[in-house]
Nanobody, 125 residues
Framework: QVRLVESGGGLVQAGGSLRLSCAAS????????MGWFRQAPGKEREFVAT????????NYADSVKGRFTISRDNTKNTLYLQMNSLKPEDTAVYYC??????????????????WGQGTQVTVSS
């Protein structure tokens, strides 16, 4: 079992920045590939970014590439998402997810076994 708790969401103006954190407990964090996903009202959950177990490999959705950075600190059992140059279309509930079965993260939400409760990010225009 892996318990995930996101934090760091909030209200920000367009062009601003936020850093999301995801604290993990339970199963060894460093044995899990991790991902960030988001879900806007009335839309399906979508892939944002993934990171491999050791943090050496990352992958991003085209919509956030160059603006968002995923990282992890395995000594602190924490996953991060640095979000810069935020746009109104980034408004969503952001979720972190853990995949204990793979070294590299997948962009498919169905591959992840554990999810956090989500944190709301709202970007005003």
């Amino acid at each position: 079992q892996v318990r995930l708790v996101e934090s760091g969401g909030g209200l920000v103006q367009a062009g601003g920045s936020l850093r999301l954190s995801c604290a993990a407990s339970g199963r060894t964090f460093s044995s899990c590939a991790m991902g960030w996903f988001r879900q806007a009202p009335g839309k399906e959950r979508e892939f944002v970014a993934t990171i491999s177990r050791r943090g050496g490999t990352t992958n991003y959705a085209d919509s956030v590439k160059g603006r968002f950075t995923i990282s992890r600190d395995n000594t602190k059992n924490t996953l991060y998402l640095q979000m810069n140059s935020l746009k109104p279309e980034d408004t969503a509930v952001y979720y972190c997810a853990a995949d204990p079965n793979r070294t590299f993260g997948s962009s498919s939400s169905s591959q992840y076994d554990y999810w956090g409760q989500g944190t709301q990010v709202t970007v005003s225009s």
